[in-house]
């Protein structure tokens, strides 16, 4: 017999607190990972001479909210980027190969320069990729 006022362990009620609690953490952990990449696109960028990212892209609100940026539902996990003609001036972070859910990407008409980072060969969710006008050198990932 069950005493009354203790939970077992294994009711319904605490498996579905224990998955939905770390299925909570997990997912944000992941979006912590997009956040994380996106934070350091933009360290890399060294003149923006908008000043969108500067003012937009901030820490305090969230990514999928940022100018260019889309994301998926519910994931919120980045999907799309699209900087084109903002006259940016860098890099681009190797950290952007960890946005794994990528579908599209277009940074055309700017002036990025040096090498595309290795690891976008890893997108496998990319379907368009737009660095036209750029100052980039080197070849683009096997995976790609």
Same mark, same amino acid.
């Given at each position: 017999?069950? *005493?009354?006022?203790?939970?077992?362990?294994?009711? /319904? &009620?605490?498996?579905?607190?224990?998955?939905?609690?770390?299925?909570? =953490?997990?997912?944000?952990?992941?979006?912590?990972?997009?956040?994380?990449?996106?934070?350091?696109?933009?360290? &890399?960028?060294?003149?923006? /001479?908008?000043?969108?990212?500067?003012?937009?892209? =901030?820490?305090?609100?969230? &990514?999928? =909210?940022?100018?260019?940026? =889309?994301?998926?539902?519910?994931?919120?996990?980045?999907?799309?980027?699209?900087?084109?003609?903002? +006259?940016?001036?860098?890099?681009?972070? /190797?950290?952007?190969?960890?946005?794994?859910?990528?579908?599209?990407?277009?940074? *055309?008409?700017?002036?990025?320069?040096?090498?595309? /980072?290795?690891?976008? +060969?890893?997108?496998?969710?990319?379907?368009?990729?737009?660095?036209?006008?750029?100052?980039?050198?080197? *070849?683009?990932?096997?995976?790609?």
């Amino acid at each position: 017999m069950r *005493s009354q006022g203790k939970m077992n362990v294994f009711s /319904p &009620h605490v498996s579905i607190f224990f998955w939905v609690y770390c299925f909570t =953490s997990m997912v944000f952990s992941i979006n912590l990972v997009d956040k994380f990449a996106l934070i350091a696109l933009k360290a &890399h960028i060294t003149y923006d /001479p908008q000043g969108i990212l500067a003012t937009n892209w =901030s820490t305090k609100t969230p &990514h999928c =909210s940022w100018y260019g940026i =889309s994301c998926d539902s519910p994931q919120e996990r980045v999907s799309a980027i699209n900087l084109s003609n903002m +006259g940016l001036e860098g890099t681009i972070a /190797p950290q952007i190969g960890n946005l794994s859910l990528l579908v599209s990407l277009d940074l *055309s008409n700017n002036y990025f320069h040096s090498t595309l /980072p290795k690891d976008i +060969g890893k997108w496998k969710a990319l379907q368009q990729l737009n660095l036209l006008n750029n100052k980039l050198v080197g *070849s683009i990932a096997e995976g790609i």
